[in-house]
């Protein structure tokens, strides 16, 4: 069965919910922190999940906030799932944002992505992960420290094939697979991985081609994460060389939905990407 649960979500679920509730209280975060002698600074990363809380924390704003049993209830268990560890914890200290994103995406039913630049890491194979991992890190880490990312990438994509798998939608600009990441080998192996990957009827690849011109993608690479729960909206990952921004308000994930839409009109269709894909793999046999 699907994993579910992610603390990740819970966290941000929890932190949306207290929130919330202060709002309905109608109070300011700088009145709730005066009145339990915090800092707004710290009312502030609880309300925007940058920071865990604490279960007496979450007692005392339920208190505050006067909210019924049942609803206390579910916060407080919210609070206790949201303390758990996620199976990344178990590489170790991975960058903060890298592990928010990989509890986000361990709790998405759906998800669509444009990438322009490199094929998006659940869909990678270990060469072309290493080659794309060892260029980012600019040989600031030690090779350790690359297989670990690798491995960790390696292990998101179960999401991929298990009993009820993530339903994945990518785009992938032209430039993405006629750049040649790592030998022409490597590359050879990584189109000939998405041939695999397309046949499975949880996946679709969209090749958008230089022909279409401009696009509503030029900005970058993006993500649109869909949750099975109502409880837990939409979020859209956008990332840059210093971290990663996540997008939650109604309104803005709602232009990158109609964005992602118009940049799946203007791509080939699946057989068509399918073709250009082995056209491309050919002919790095050819060169090979």
Known sequence: MRQSG???????RLAAELRRLRERAEMTIEQ????????????SRIETSRVGVALKDVERLVDLYEVDDAKRKELLDLARDAQKKGWWHAYGDLPSEYATYIG???EAASMRSFAPSVIPGILQTEDYARAIIRSAL???SSPAEVERRVEVRMARQALLTQDEPLRLWTILDEAVIRRTIGSPADMRAQLGRLLELVDLPNITVQVLPFAAGA????????Q???????AHPDVVSLENFTGSLYVEQETDVYRYTVMFDHLRAKALDPDQSRS?????????GRSA
């Open 104 to 106: 986000l995406e361990d």
């Open 215 to 222: 696009h509503p993608g030029t900005n970058g690479a993006f």
């Open 32 to 43: 709730v922190a005066e009145r339990l002698g915090w800092s707004a600074t710290k009312v």
């Open 6 to 12: 992610s603390p990740t979500v819970r966290r941000r």
């Open 276 to 284: 250009v894909l082995t056209e491309t793999m050919t002919g790095l």
């Open 138 to 140: 600019m040989g600031l």
């Open 224 to 230: 649109i994460l869909e949750f099975p729960e109502p």
